[in-house]
């Protein structure tokens, strides 16, 4: 017999709970990015980070026996994190459950480069990534017998209502573990379909000409990308290059155009290649929170 819905959170009480949680975390990373604006700058990508560890310490933290299984939304909706035997679960096994959570959430829009593409963590990444995404949303949505996404289910715990009897569920039914292994065995299928599509397509010309501009002032990350395609009788070329500052000068069309010409520079397919578009952007993303400032600068290769 499946698990009393009386004893097991809803959906909708969960997802509440998850809105009121992530308001918390998006409110820290607020107050946080008031005080360490500078450095959260410089830290460029990698400030991603510390947003990682403070959703995974927030989660491990309160969702363990530590605070009877309640993080602040869980406490507000009356529903807690419990182990089979409906006890508060220990802070090694609430760590691990929030580190299976939050992590495919972190690693999309980090801003993977693009040499990660042809190397062996692709694989690992597209495990997490869509596996664990795909995964999550599935299980969330379709396994209403014992409403455990696959967080709960590796550590075998349940989101459960505070005032009810405690009951003994049944194993996930095998269909949704079917499913789950098809959408696994995909997404370390994928990798080798993106290496072989022109996305993939290796670019040492372009890598050189990132690492020409890192040692410009100002700069402190570059992401550089050329686009050639076709629709019908339209060619569409161009060579766009994402350029994060240490400082607030986005609307600058001189410093903007030193970049192009650099750019430029020992890269002649690049000079064929059709516009720059240079993307001046000033900001953080601590992936609880971020705040940026951006602006396009168009710039036409022979003119310059």
Request: hydrophobic fraction near 50%; charged fraction near 15%; aromatic fraction near 10%.
């Amino acid at each position: 017999m499946l698990a009393s819905p009386n004893w097991l959170s809803s959906l909708s009480r969960r997802i509440g709970a998850l809105v009121i949680d992530a308001a918390v975390l998006v409110s820290v990373g607020f107050v946080l990015g008031w005080v360490f604006e500078s450095y959260f700058v410089e830290l460029s990508v990698w400030a991603r980070a510390i947003g990682f560890v403070i959703a995974l310490l927030y989660f491990g933290l309160l969702n363990s026996e530590l605070n009877d299984g309640q993080t602040i939304g869980k406490r507000l909706l009356a529903i807690r994190v419990v182990n089979v035997r409906n006890e508060s679960i220990k802070l090694d096994v609430a760590l691990l459950r929030s580190l299976i959570l939050i992590a495919p959430f972190f690693i999309q829009g980090s801003g993977l480069p693009n040499a990660l593409l042809h190397s062996f963590w692709i694989y690992p990444v597209s495990l997490m990534l869509f596996g664990g995404l795909v995964s999550i949303f599935y299980l969330m949505v379709f396994n209403r017998g014992t409403r455990q996404g696959p967080h709960d289910w590796i550590c075998r715990t349940f989101v459960v209502n505070l005032e009810s009897d405690p009951q003994r569920p049944e194993p996930i039914w095998l269909g949704h573990a079917v499913m789950v292994g098809f959408v696994l065995v995909l997404s370390l299928a994928l990798p080798a379909a993106v290496q072989q599509s022109n996305i993939a397509e290796p670019q040492p010309d372009l890598d050189r000409s990132a690492a020409q501009l890192m040692q410009l002032d100002l700069v402190n990350h570059v992401q550089i990308a050329r686009v050639d395609s076709e629709r019908g009788d339209i060619e569409n070329r161009f060579t766009s290059a994402q350029i994060m500052l240490t400082e607030n000068r986005v609307d600058d069309e001189a410093l903007a155009q030193t970049i192009a010409s650099q750019l430029l520079q020992g890269n002649d397919r690049i000079r064929t290649q059709g516009p720059l578009m240079i993307n001046l952007t000033y900001g953080f993303d601590l992936g609880i929170f971020s705040s940026w400032d951006s602006q396009m600068h168009r710039f036409n290769a022979p003119e310059l």
